[in-house]
């Protein structure tokens, strides 16, 4: 007697009734966000009434960032592009950066990383902390290293700046005044305050950060201990530089050892 065949029966019926739900729940899911979003960003609803400004201002005029931020109150809270509200603002003078974010309920906070001057450049102007250059009518600051170089240089002066400013404070000498002429040749002005020492200093046209290496660890082991004070030296010799004293008008050679 043979066995009795199993018969399944096609499951299309329940699979076809499942993705029907599925896609009822997905339609009427977006449906519901649509109408939710068009209900939100309404132009009427949820208006913007303050926008808060943080930062240091000592030179961006907050009367200015008012003026471009002020298209922006009563405008939907949601729906305002705060990329280009960064972008506008970033067009007023002094300002370096800005990022606006969304306070709940009605509030934008916008920070402001103002522009920062690092150097006096040549004789009235300045360079920005983004080596940008900016000419300010009766600006006076003091505590500020004097650059000096021809025009579009400045990024190249701050790198060099840079690398002989850590070069000197390895053996307590501040640079103070860095010049790169129009023949390539670079001379530093730096201090030294437990000495009450000024120094000026003649690098060259090549290898300056070798020669000032040089002149550094002569100056850290010998130089400093000495009771004369040096007024400038010359770097600008293969083997040594040399040097003129303060109370001393000739100019002695030095070996650099």
């Known amino acids: 007697m043979s066995k009795p065949a199993l018969v399944r029966m096609p499951l299309y ?33 949820f208006p913007v009434s303050r926008i808060s400004f943080i930062g240091e201002f000592r030179h961006v005029e907050k009367s200015a960032l008012q003026e471009k931020a002020g298209p922006y109150i009563g405008n939907n809270f949601f729906a305002i592009d705060l990329h280009n509200m960064e972008t506008s603002l970033r067009e007023i003078d002094w300002v370096s950066d800005v990022s606006v974010s969304r306070r709940w309920p009605d509030t934008l906070q916008v920070s402001v990383k ?14 920005t902390s983004d080596a940008a250059v900016v000419e300010i009518p009766n600006l006076k600051m003091k505590g ?11 990024a190249l002066v701050q790198l060099r700046y840079h690398q002989f400013s850590n070069l000197l404070a390895d053996v307590g000498m501040q640079l103070d005044q860095i010049t790169y002429s129009q023949r390539g040749a670079w001379q530093l002005i730096a201090h030294n305050s437990s000495r009450n020492e000024e120094v000026k200093i003649r690098l060259g046209r090549r290898d300056m950060t070798d020669r000032l290496y040089r002149f550094a660890r002569a100056y850290g082991q010998t130089l400093d201990k000495l009771e004369q004070r040096l007024d400038s030296v010359d770097l600008r010799y293969p083997n040594g530089f040399a040097v003129k004293w303060n109370s001393i ?8 050892g």
């Open 249 to 256: 008008e000739e100019e002695r050679p030095v070996s650099a």
């Open 144 to 154: 500020l290293p004097r650059w000096s170089g021809p025009e579009g240089t400045q």
């Open 13 to 45: 019926k329940h699979q076809t009734g499942s993705l029907l739900s599925s896609m009822l729940f997905l339609i009427l899911f977006v449906a519901g966000f649509l109408l939710i979003a068009d209900y939100v960003l309404q132009p009427d609803r």
């Open 114 to 127: 103002e522009e920062r001057l690092i150097a006096a450049w040549n004789k009235k102007k300045w360079v």
